[in-house]
């Protein structure tokens, strides 16, 4: 099956200081990635669908310049946490929506963001 | 307003006691309905994708059928391993985004 990879596995940042996380789909590519965030005991919320080579579009709510995507290849797309702050403490997941199966997306393992 | 619904929230079942999921929905136009399974710590592993009423799809001890308003997934004899979140997620005409359902945690005892 589809294959997507997240870098770091997990990260612990001092406040004010940027982060940013990397997904990969590996063994195919993928169009259309989404970003969602994690809080403990509840569900996956999307925070934005990237698209290579446009600007990805953020969900209600969700702050741009906070939260900065790039989707500059067909296998990879960057969510940048700026200025972290330990509200911003999380775990955030990235997916892929498969080509050859337009409609299904296939996760990344997620990575766990630490803001002290 | 689109929205999906899973119930129950909790369940712990013994091994070899079967029981089923449910994900209701109101969505304005039905593309696809997807299962996912989540461990602790992990990304949502894919199970299922179903697109119309009456469709079901089988794996293992895990079965999903699908209605016009609601989804579920069987799980029969259920070991130990099968401890998870089970996670749905509905995907509305013209668009690619899902709506998760809260989830189920799922428990089975040895």
């Known amino acids: 099956g589809a294959v997507v990879s997240q870098h770091p596995s997990w990260v612990i940042c001092k406040s004010g200081t940027s982060v940013k996380i990397e997904c990969r789909s590996l063994?195919?590519?993928?169009?259309?990635m989404f970003w969602y965030r994690q809080f403990p005991k509840q569900s996956l919320m999307l925070m934005a669908t990237?698209?290579?080579?446009?600007?990805?579009?953020?969900e209600q709510g969700v702050e741009k310049d906070k939260f900065l995507i790039n989707h500059a290849s067909l296998t990879l797309s960057t969510l940048t946490v700026t200025s972290a702050h330990p509200e911003d403490s999380s775990f955030y997941i990235c997916?892929?929506?498969?080509?050859?199966?337009?409609?299904?997306?296939?996760f990344g393992p997620g990575t766990r963001l630490t803001v002290l | 307003e689109d929205q999906v619904t899973q119930s129950p929230e909790a369940l712990r079942l013994q091994e070899g006691e079967s029981s089923s999921l449910n994900c209701s929905y109101t969505v304005s136009g039905l593309r696809g309905l997807f299962w996912y399974r989540q461990d602790p710590g992990k990304g949502p592993e894919f199970l299922f994708t179903?697109?119309?009423a009456g469709e079901e799809k089988e794996k293992e001890r895990l079965k999903a059928t699908l209605t016009k308003k609601e989804s579920f997934l069987h799980i029969t004899a259920p070991k130990p391993e099968d401890s998870a979140t089970y996670l749905c997620?509905?995907?509305?005409?013209?668009?690619?985004?899902?709506?998760f359902g809260t989830g189920t945690r799922l428990k089975v005892l040895a």
């Open positions: 997620a509905v995907q509305t005409s013209g668009t690619y985004k899902y709506i």
């Open positions: 990237s698209n290579e080579g446009s600007k990805a579009t953020y």
């Open positions: 997916s892929a929506r498969d080509p050859t199966n337009t409609d299904t997306q296939y």
């Open positions: 063994d195919f590519q993928a169009t259309t």
């Open positions: 179903l697109y119309s």
